[in-house]
Structures are given as structure tokens and as C-alpha cells.
């Protein structure tokens, strides 16, 4: 089945610092959405992406939808102690014309004041 | 906020019993996703409801059922539990195939 590999699984920073995070896959996707967890919480969307190569920002957040449509980033600039929680990154298979959602297994951010 | 509700908050029953999730989904939303959340298989779509009918299923164990009522709330039924099932159970609404889900807060299950 589909499987997302998303990395790193964690990172400890300083606040100011830039983030990188990325998820791949052996199978196409459609849509690629990247979502923020926090304890005791739902995963809280942050960007979504539709078409091949987009590139869309959302405040300090950017995300791009990998030529191929089986790869994914997310930035984060400028980096505060807000930021900290799991993100995950999340895909729509494209076959069947599924909506389903496959999640990566999450990086959890630390950030350090 | 994301305008999708989930009672309970959590729930703590025993090996064998029955418990029901309940899910609201946002204003508008016709399609209802069912997802679940533990510590070694991550995030795992169960079964997706769109406007009352069944849309597509995922690993659903068959102890496991759920529907989507006309007023378009929908409930998880979890039967036969076992101390496996102890999980997050996270209900997400979409306005359409091209529309991102938004989650709920999720209903936290025990096992004991």
C-alpha cells in the first residue's frame, strides 16, 4: 500500500532558526496536505497543495508539491517557541480517485527559547 | 477551532465492551472521515462517509462499523474491544474531493 516517509522524525532547534522537513513516496499523489498536532489536540491544518510543482506560503510556513507528485516540503522560517508540536505531512493517493488521506509518521519540533 | 466536534473526550471501558463515538462534522460538509491514531501504526483512515452513504473503507476491523445520519452527524461503533483498540480516534469533515479535511480533537479510548 501507500506509504509516506517522512523526515527527520525530530529536531531540536534555537527560536530564530529556519526548519526543514520532507516526505517522500514510491506511489503518486494527488493532493499533498501538511498538518501541526499539539497535545490533546486534532491535527490543525497548515497548507494544502493541488498541482505539481506549487509552491504556497502561509505566514513564516512554506510548502511545495514535488514535480514527480510523490514528494513534499515544508519550511519554516524564522523559527519561535509556538512552533513547537508534530507535523505531519499527509497525501491523497491518486489512484481510484480516493480521499483518503495517508499521513507520514510525523517530526516532532522542539524549539528551544 | 476547527468547527468539528467529537464527544466524548475520552472514554475508559473494559476488554469486550461496546462504546459509540460521535462526530459533528463542520457547517456543510457532507463527507465524514474516520481516523485512527496510535503510538506504532501512526494516523490509519478507517471509512469515509459522504452524505449519508458509505464512500470508501480503509483498514476497518469488522468489530469496528460506523454510519452518517441525515442531519450529517456520524458515529464510530467499536465493539468486542480489546486492549489493541486503545487509541485516538479522530473524525475529519471536507466540503468535497478538492477540499482539505479539517480534524476534530479526537475521542481518546482506554482499554484497561
Redesign the interface.
Known sequence: GQQLNQSPQSMFIQEGEDVSMNCTSSSIFN?W?W?KQEP??????LI?L?KAGELTSNGRLTAQFGITRKDSFLNISASIPSDVGIY?C?GQPRQG??????????TKLTVNP | DSGVTQTPKHLITATGQRVTLRCSPRSGDLSVYWYQQSLDQGLQFLIQYYNGEERAKGNILERFSAQQFPDLHSELNLSSLELGDSALYFCASSGGPRQPQHFGDGTRLSIL
Do not use: N, R
Not at chain 1, 490533546?40 to 491544518?45: A, H, K, T, W
Not at chain 1, 480517485?97 to 510525523?106: D, I, W
Open positions: 493532493t496536505l498538518y490533546g489536540e486534532g491535527p490543525v491544518l494544502a493541488y505531519f499527509a480517485g480516493s480521499e483518503k488521506l495517508v499521513f507520514g509518521k510525523g
